[in-house]
T-cell receptor, first 112, second 115 residues
Framework: QKEVEQDPGPLSVPEGAIVSLNCTYSNSAFQYFMWYRQYSRKGPELLMY????GNKEDGRFTAQVDKSSKYISLFIRDSQPSDSATYLC????????????FGSGTQLTVLP | EAGVAQSPRYKIIEKRQSVAFWCNPISGHATLYWYQQILGQGPKLLIQFQNNGVVDDSQLPKDRFSAERLKGVDSTLKIQPAKLEDSAVYLC?????????????FGPGTRLTVT
């Protein structure tokens, strides 16, 4: 069993839709939770990060962490064609477990 | 601010050959990472440097992979000899401090094909 599981998709939605992307994890030591966006032929770029449980909002993006369920989500409101990319969740612990562990990524296409 | 630079962008080699990748991190970033991203998977950390010292190389196949970061700035990753399963994108990333390793800035990667 992988430490981080992510539905690979592909996910295709119409422009303006609300998108929900999710990851589950098994390592209870994870404390920091990130979402990276990766466009084709590019390196990942950090979208959002959250420490421990809770919600965080940034414009059209909302990240949620439920540590009791070991489940994290990224919501995209009013999705745009420019949001078409692969979304990677990533997480890490503290102290000796600072290495980032990535999910396999979900490929999202927003249709105009 | 210039981003993380990597070269070459693409490389095709035959198995058992050797190859080297180069990375120039963002100026002032103390921490440098090399990741391997196989198609359809997330990046996997190969090695992490803090300045010119190795912090974590637990997932680096040391029988064939080597990396160095002389003078704490540029870094090179080498594979010798390459295997078919080394076909992947090799990503370099940097961050200001190891404690903020969630905030990593990635380069565009080098796409390696081993035939």
């Amino acid at each position: 069993q992988k430490e981080v599981e992510q539905d690979p998709g592909p996910l295709s939605v119409p422009e303006g839709a609300i998108v929900s992307l999710n990851c589950t994890y098994s390592n209870s030591a994870f404390q920091y939770f990130m979402w990276y966006r990766q466009y084709s032929r590019k390196g990942p770029e950090l979208l959002m990060y959250t420490y421990s449980s809770g919600n965080k909002e940034d414009g059209r993006f909302t990240a949620q962490v439920d540590k009791s369920s070991k489940y994290i989500s990224l919501f995209i409101r009013d999705s745009q064609p420019s949001d078409s990319a692969t979304y990677l969740c990533a997480m890490r612990g503290t102290r000796s477990a600072r290495q980032l562990t990535f999910g396999s990524g979900t490929q999202l296409t927003v249709l105009p | 601010e210039a981003g993380v630079a990597q070269s070459p962008r693409y490389k095709i080699i035959e198995k058992r050959q050797s190859v080297a990748f180069w990375c120039n991190p963002i100026s002032g970033h103390a921490t440098l990472y090399w990741y391997q991203q196989i198609l359809g998977q997330g990046p996997k950390l190969l090695i992490q440097f803090q300045n010119n010292g190795v912090v974590d190389d637990s997932q680096l196949p040391k029988d064939r992979f080597s990396a160095e970061r002389l003078k704490g700035v540029d870094s090179t990753l080498k594979i010798q000899p390459a295997k078919l399963e080394d076909s992947a994108v090799y990503l370099c990333a940097s961050s200001p401090l190891a404690l903020s390793s969630y905030e990593q800035y990635f380069g565009p990667g080098t796409r390696l094909t081993v035939t």
